[in-house]
Every structure is written in C-alpha cells, then in structure tokens.
C-alpha cells in the first residue's frame, strides 16, 4: 500500500491548513505523525476506517479534525488555529491490520507516506 500525502505549507499563526492522504489499497486505520527538528515522531491524530472513530493527541485536540471518504481511501487532517509549535514534517501513516485502540507507537504501523512540511511562523 503506498501513501500519498497533500503538500504542506507555510502559513501564519492563527491559520488553517488542510493535509489529505490517500491510499493505493486496503487500509485498517490511518492517521497522522509529525516530527520537528531534534524531537521525536508524535502521533496526531488516527481513524478507525471501519466505525470512523477518531483519537488526537492532547496537544491538537479541539484544533485538529481528521476525517474520511472512505470511497477514496483517503482522510483529511483539518487543521485549525495553527501555532508555531505545530510546524514540523507531518507524516501520513496506516495499518493492515490489528487494533485501533494501539495509540500513536510507530511501531504500530505499517506504511508511511513521504512526509510534507508544514511550517507556522509568529
């Protein structure tokens, strides 16, 4: 299954930016990582592409919405009220399989997109 992520942006604080992934085939769930300079791989946000059941990490939560067309094997990260602490590469992840309640391991997860930067300026 190969992933197919939406360009990334720059944008102001404040502003609204919108990523999409979509994937070549079967997917369990997908969801979205970002990781910033010198900082570890977070999870953002992840759906359950069978109930649509959504989880955010605490840190985008009432601020990021992930959706689905499942028609198209693709899901949206909405991204609202952005702050520069969001800025890093955001990277487009799914599973064949499993669980939807694994959290945000990487490990967890079997395919990656290529990643897409998005950057938040003051």
């Known amino acids: 299954v190969q992933l197919v992520e939406s360009s990334g942006d720059s944008v102001q604080a404040g502003g609204s930016l919108r990523l999409s992934c979509r994937a070549s085939g079967y997917t369990y769930s997908m969801g979205w990582f970002r990781q910033a300079p010198g900082k570890e791989r977070e999870g953002v946000a992840s759906i359950c592409n069978g109930s649509g059941s959504t989880s955010y990490a605490d840190s985008v939560k009432g601020r990021f919405t992930l959706s689905q067309d499942k028609g198209k094997n693709t899901v949206y990260l909405q991204m609202d009220s952005l702050k520069p602490e969001d800025t890093a590469m955001y990277y487009c992840?799914?599973?064949?399989?499993?669980?939807?309640?694994?959290?945000?391991?990487?490990?967890?997860?079997?395919?990656w997109g290529q990643g897409t930067q998005v950057t938040v300026s003051s």
């Open positions: 992840a799914a599973k064949r399989g499993g669980s939807c309640s694994g959290g945000f391991n990487p490990r967890n997860w079997d395919y």
